[in-house]
């Protein structure tokens, strides 16, 4: 059977400045329901394990799709799925044909140096998985290196928030670094689009979005790889 890996963060709070921050919702929900409507059952890790915490921008109003409702409103998903995801060292990558980085700003400070979230994924990619990110959810990728140790994202085609997007939430000062320049300087050929329109880049089975606009976009493009 198919199975996903939805990677999310622990980071509840930006370090540099009082804001809360966490997983952006949508980003999780829109893939999470690509993946339950071709029956892709689904698991949630993060870097510590435990609590999710959610960005508390993706639950304002104009935010909230039906989508991102329908999956909010569901007790388990709250409390057993966000609640208690597993952690990075509980988890065994033979057990998943894909992964997929979900973004939220938090994800800046825990998933760019975490070794294990990236030796997941390549393990993932050389059993002839799927590695998939969106947003600041590309930042994962970084973690991921080649057999050599290098960087994994070197030469490959790929999208991600932009520098512009950043600016138009003005925090571009408040984050550790900016993630179109990290994947440039990893020699990734990043691309992009306008702001906050879907973007979806396809490389072979690694697939990125641009924005959170991006990430049903992205679960359908793995659908279709799986094709």
Same mark, same amino acid.
């Given at each position: 059977?198919?199975?996903?890996?939805?990677?999310?963060?622990?980071?509840?709070?930006?370090?540099?400045?009082?804001?809360?921050?966490?997983?952006?919702?949508?980003?999780?929900?829109?893939?999470? $329901?690509?993946?339950?409507?071709? *029956?892709? =059952?689904?698991? &949630?890790?993060?870097?510590?394990? !435990?609590?999710?915490?959610?960005? #508390?921008?993706?639950?304002?109003?104009?935010?909230?799709?039906?989508?991102?409702?329908?999956?909010?409103?569901?007790?388990?998903?709250?409390?057993?799925?966000?609640?208690?995801?597993?952690?990075? $060292?509980?988890?065994?990558?033979? *057990?998943? =044909?894909?992964? &997929?980085?979900?973004?939220?700003? !938090?994800?800046?400070?825990?998933? #760019?140096?975490?070794?294990?979230?990236?030796?997941?994924?390549?393990?993932?990619?050389?059993?002839?998985?799927?590695?998939?990110?969106?947003?600041?959810?590309?930042?994962?990728?970084?973690?991921? $290196?080649?057999?050599?140790?290098?960087?994994?994202?070197?030469?490959?085609?790929?999208?991600?928030?932009?520098?512009?997007?950043?600016?138009?939430?003005?925090?571009?000062?408040?984050?550790?670094?900016?993630?179109?320049?990290?994947?440039?300087?990893?020699?990734?050929?990043?691309?992009?689009?306008?702001?906050?329109?879907?973007?979806?880049?396809?490389?072979?089975?690694?697939?990125?979005?641009?924005?959170?606009?991006?990430?049903?976009?992205?679960?359908?493009?793995?659908?279709?790889?799986?094709?």
């Amino acid at each position: 059977m198919t199975k996903a890996l939805i990677v999310v963060t622990n980071t509840a709070k930006f370090p540099t400045i009082n804001r809360a921050t966490g997983l952006w919702l949508s980003e999780a929900t829109h893939f999470n $329901k690509v993946m339950k409507d071709n *029956n892709i =059952d689904v698991d &949630y890790v993060s870097p510590n394990g !435990g609590y999710v915490p959610i960005d #508390p921008g993706s639950l304002a109003p104009d935010s909230m799709d039906e989508t991102n409702w329908s999956f909010y409103n569901e007790e388990k998903y709250r409390d057993q799925v966000l609640g208690q995801s597993l952690s990075a $060292k509980q988890v065994d990558p033979k *057990n998943y =044909d894909i992964i &997929y980085f979900a973004g939220g700003h !938090g994800v800046m400070w825990d998933f #760019p140096e975490n070794k294990t979230l990236g030796e997941i994924a390549k393990s993932i990619y050389d059993r002839g998985g799927i590695v998939s990110a969106v947003c600041h959810g590309v930042v994962g990728l970084l973690s991921m $290196k080649d057999n050599e140790g290098n960087s994994w994202i070197n030469g490959k085609n790929l999208t991600g928030f932009t520098n512009e997007e950043e600016d138009i939430n003005k925090l571009t000062d408040a984050v550790p670094f900016l993630t179109e320049e990290a994947l440039k300087n990893a020699g990734a050929n990043h691309t992009k689009t306008a702001a906050y329109t879907e973007n979806v880049v396809a490389d072979g089975r690694l697939v990125t979005g641009q924005n959170p606009q991006s990430a049903h976009g992205v679960g359908e493009t793995v659908i279709d790889l799986l094709a």
